[in-house]
């Protein structure tokens, strides 16, 4: 979450670091500490000394760093570098040079200065604390990190340092180092109400929600009116699913004139688990009004979307945002998320490839990783994945779940079926139900695994996995109308995206109604007309009813785009050239298959139903987990 106090603390250590180098201990000269009020007569003084001497390169310097303190960059990057031409070995001159260079943004120049200048001095500690700025702004975190912890190591009380390190390390994700920076702070400085609000922000970063409750409390009966800590404990009752106080929190920040949009944002989203959508769009629509690069309220947008199964509209809302934001490792995940939601994986590999470039710790993101890699049928990396997790999390819901599809995949379905039937003594949720249904019905166990699937439903009737499921227990007990029925009502509903069409055309064919299922199908690829999985179903019933021609259009279509049915389209394809005795495109399509080397049959391709060749995702639930509302 977006926290005003970091924002401008942050830029008032970097003026502090900028513009006061005449404090640090280790400068050699004393120099005039600069402000609004001096710093005009300071630079004209400046300005007829360096007239007075062009070789002064003290005037040099100074005037830089008045030209600095009033951000005129261009101006105190002239300055600075005649100051350094002059006494190139000069670590002052040099550390100004990348406090200039930091400030046109060219951090990587900037970096470069400033280890040049640790050469020269390497007892000089705001250097290690500029480095650290430089490199967390190219997003070298753990660079950062060593950098400061060399400050610490020489200076144990230096406080600039520890508070650094705490934000990184908040950024990293790596809480308990941030809290230990913290309490340092706390000890340096006890009665500093920043550091006690940063801790707050920390356990609540932790999903620590208990000692973040009680720390709230204390602090709110030190200052009843702390607008920040009445923001933190809105965000915390938020996550405990503590409606009406949260909404208590919103309506006292809105009569103290304090309600920020981020606020806003969390109250839309209470109001859309109050079922009020309108509202809570109205309220979201009010925030973009006022600021069309709001990107927390186009992420609202977007899970509001989501919820009512409007996938699309939610996709162009995340695209939206990255254009504001594209340096951004969550809008790039929640993208891959939804782009393979649609089955559209070569995007989504994209996506998910930038998002894990940016940013590659965060657990969803390696959790999706892993779902590709399991898909694509790298299992040796797949396994190195999960071990690697279990370290972070051995008890996380999606991990347990990955660990079971890996199982699954192996064919080890009694194994899958122990270890999620012990996930869901430590956490029952839907997913690991979901799961366990499935389980159940790879190992024929089809009544059991209907009896789950009808739970599933009466607690998510949307819920497409699970209807495709039910629907699949019901034909292997021969109910074939009740699984008809119960697909059919998804035919027009965007959840399915596709595969309504497919499953009941497949039962359709199964009663030998070839016709009538070509016909959903068709229909079904209107819609969809990259969903493979439908064009196979089609393809395949042309050759039945002998329709060549028809064939041969789509499979040739197909397989100009790259799918996971390339094999298959190009076999069938080929069957057709011979059936219309087109000897050249036979042999040229045959020779096609033949170069791929791991043909894959019809019949092994569709013996596990295209359920479960799909990834299981919860986008919805994976945009709140990634949205700055849980983010500092």
């Not at 977006?2 to 640090?24: D, E, M, P, R, V």
């Not at 891959?336 to 590999?349: N, V």
Request: hydrophobic share 40%.
């Amino acid at each position: 979450m977006h926290s005003k106090f970091l924002h401008y603390l942050l830029i008032y250590f970097c003026l502090l670091i900028a513009f006061n180098g005449c404090t640090n201990p280790n400068s050699p000269l004393l120099r005039q500490s600069l402000n609004r009020a001096n710093v005009d007569s300071f630079i004209e003084q400046q300005e007829e000394r360096f007239n007075d001497d062009k070789n002064n390169l003290d005037a040099a310097f100074e005037l830089a760093r008045g030209r600095l303190f009033l951000r005129e960059n261009e101006q105190a990057e002239g300055a600075v570098r005649v100051a350094v031409q002059g006494s190139p070995l000069n670590a002052e001159y040099l550390e100004l040079l990348g406090k200039v260079l930091y400030a046109k943004e060219r951090y990587a120049d900037a970096i470069k200065e400033w280890n040049a200048a640790l050469q020269v001095d390497p007892d000089r500690l705001s250097l290690y604390l500029n480095l650290a700025l430089g490199y967390e702004q190219i997003r070298e975190y753990g660079k950062a990190v060593v950098s400061l912890d060399e400050v610490l190591q020489r200076d144990g009380n230096y406080v600039e340092a520890y508070f650094h390190l705490a934000r990184i390390q908040i950024k990293r994700q790596n809480y308990e180092s941030a809290l230990e920076a913290v309490e340092n702070l706390l000890v340096l400085e006890p009665s500093n109400k920043d550091v006690q609000l940063l801790r707050l922000r920390i356990f609540v970063a932790q999903g620590n929600y208990y000692p973040a409750s009680v720390l709230a409390t204390e602090l709110l009966a030190q200052d009843p009116q702390w607008v920040e800590v009445l923001r933190e404990q809105l965000r915390l009752f938020y996550l405990q699913q503590n409606s009406d106080d949260a909404l208590s929190r919103i309506k006292e920040l809105a009569r103290m004139g304090k309600l920020e949009p981020e606020d806003q944002l969390i109250y839309a989203l209470l109001l859309s688990k109050q079922g009020r959508q309108a509202t809570a769009n109205q309220v979201l629509e009010d925030l973009l009004r006022r600021d069309p690069t709001n990107v927390e309220a186009l992420l609202g947008r977007a899970q509001l979307s989501l919820q009512v199964g409007e996938y699309q509209d939610a996709l162009e809302l995340i695209e939206k945002a990255l254009e504001i934001q594209n340096q951004r490792a969550d809008l790039y995940y929640l993208r891959a998320s939804l782009l393979f939601q649609r089955r559209d994986y070569l995007r989504g590999d994209i996506a998910l490839a930038r998002a894990l470039e940016l940013d590659d710790r965060p657990l969803p993101y390696q959790l999706l990783n892993a779902r590709r890699k399991l898909m694509r049928g790298e299992m040796q990396q797949v396994e190195r994945i999960i071990e690697k997790l279990k370290q972070q999390d051995a008890t996380n819901v999606y991990l347990l779940t990955l660990q079971a599809d890996l199982l699954v995949t192996q064919g080890k379905y009694d194994k899958a079926e122990i270890l999620l039937r012990q996930a869901l003594v430590v956490k029952e949720t839907f997913t690991l139900r979901f799961s366990l249904a499935r389980v159940l019905y790879l190992q024929r166990k089809y009544p059991l695994a209907l009896s789950y699937t009808e739970d599933l439903l009466k607690d998510s009737p949307t819920h497409w996995e699970s209807v495709y499921l039910q629907s699949m227990a019901l034909l292997q007990l021969d109910q074939t109308e009740q699984a008809l029925k119960l697909s059919e009502d998804f035919l027009a509903r965007e959840e399915s995206q596709g595969l309504a069409h497919r499953l009941v055309a497949d039962i359709k064919r199964y009663r030998g109604q070839e016709q009538a299922a070509q016909e959903v199908l068709i229909r079904g690829l209107e819609r969809y007309p990259r969903q493979f999985y439908l064009i196979e179903a089609l393809s395949s019933s042309y050759l039945v009813t002998r329709q060549y021609n028809e064939a041969k259009v789509i499979l040739e279509n197909a397989l100009k785009a790259e799918s996971p049915f390339q094999s298959i389209f190009l076999d069938r394809l080929a069957a057709v050239y011979r059936q219309l005795n087109d000897q050249v495109a036979y042999q040229r399509t045959l020779r096609q298959f033949q170069q791929l080397n791991d043909p894959i049959s019809i019949q092994q391709s569709l013996s596990v139903p295209p359920l479960f060749q799909l990834l299981s995702t919860e986008p919805m639930e994976s945009l709140v987990n990634t949205s700055s509302l849980n983010r500092d």
